[in-house]
Nanobody, 121 residues
Framework: QVQLVESGGGLVQPGGSLRLSCAAS????????MGWYRQAPGQQRELVAI???????DYADSVKGRVTISRDNAKNTVYLQMNNLKPEDTAVYYC???????????????WGQGTQVTVSS
């Protein structure tokens, strides 16, 4: 049984920083990509950043230069360091992992429960 547990969200002033964490637990054979998505009220969910098993990264244009995605494979954990936050970054942030669960021959997407990030003065 695979679960993703997120943490690190909260209220921060414009220009501030947060680090989000998401750990995958359960019987996991391998993890392919891990990514962060966000969804603002009334908006579609959008990709923020993604990292492959080999460490290749990609970012949305709106956050380039302000965020860094990383992963710790030994802990099955992905991080999102966010700096110089802006009010338009306010959203629920979700992590996603594409992985192979033990006992299966196919890969599956798993989502975290989401963590609220609010940027306001």
């Amino acid at each position: 049984q695979v679960q993703l547990v997120e943490s690190g969200g909260g209220l921060v002033q414009p220009g501030g920083s947060l680090r989000l964490s998401c750990a995958a637990s359960g019987i996991i054979v391998s993890i392919n990509t891990m990514g962060w998505y966000r969804q603002a009220p009334g908006q579609q969910r959008e990709l923020v950043a993604i990292i492959s098993s080999g460490g290749r990264v990609d970012y949305a244009d709106s956050v380039k230069g302000r965020v860094t995605i990383s992963r710790d494979n030994a802990k099955n954990t992905v991080y999102l360091q966010m700096n110089n936050l802006k009010p338009e970054d306010t959203a629920v942030y979700y992590c996603k992992a594409n992985l192979r669960q033990g006992g299966r021959t196919w890969d599956t997407d798993y989502w975290g429960q989401g963590t609220q990030v609010t940027v306001s003065s």
